[in-house]
């Protein structure tokens, strides 16, 4: 299980009146990526601890629902934001959060999936996050986070079917490789990724191409249980 932040197209856990330079005053947080960040970076100055007090409100909730979440997230990605990161990251460390998303996926392997006018949108996103990835990767790694080396299925979200796994697998890149998707039993495109995800076609070519499935919470007791062994 994963803390998912939600800083836009979303409703706040906190009421307006506590974090009014966030939400509407209907508690809704603002609408799509771009806005939300241009909104962030434009008050930065005035909202960090209005969002300091929403993620950690966030937290809360998981925590008081019994989830002990070991990777961070977020939605549409925006966690990434320059005003953001490292305010997620601080928050993380602090109850044991070992890894996070950065995004991170070769566009010239992503031309072999689709062509270029179907997704003028995601080439715009995946510049800003390769422009921010370094910079992340440090920021994470001041507060002993760590990230997968690829994070595929930004040129495909809510369109991973067994062709594309099954086309992607031979191609990735990376010791620690996360594939974000979107199942559930009740859209159509939720069922193909939950289909494409229990294939057995696509087990075998992992098979093949050596490839282990893992979570975040093995990989999080992996990197404790190796903290103690060096420690002894």
Known sequence: MGLHVTLCDGRAVLPHSRIPDLTAPDGRLPPGPVRAGLHYWRLRRRILRQLEAEIDAQIERLLVAGIRPHHVDGHHHLHV????????????A?????WIRVPS??????????????????????GAFEVLRSRNARTAAEFGLRS?????????SGRVDEPYLGALIPRMQGLIIEVYTHPDESTQNGRKEL????SSKVKEKLSAHQLLLTNYEELALGMNSRAGGSSQ
């Open 148 to 156: 997968a080396d690829r994070v595929y299925g930004l040129f495909r």
């Open 94 to 98: 602090l109850i044991g959060v070992s």
């Open 105 to 126: 996926e070769e566009l010239r392997g992503a031309f072999s999936f689709d062509s270029l006018p179907r997704f003028p949108g995601h080439v715009s996103s995946w």
């Open 195 to 198: 289909a494409a995800l229990l």
């Open 81 to 92: 934001h320059p005003v953001l990161f490292r305010i997620v990251c601080r928050r993380a």
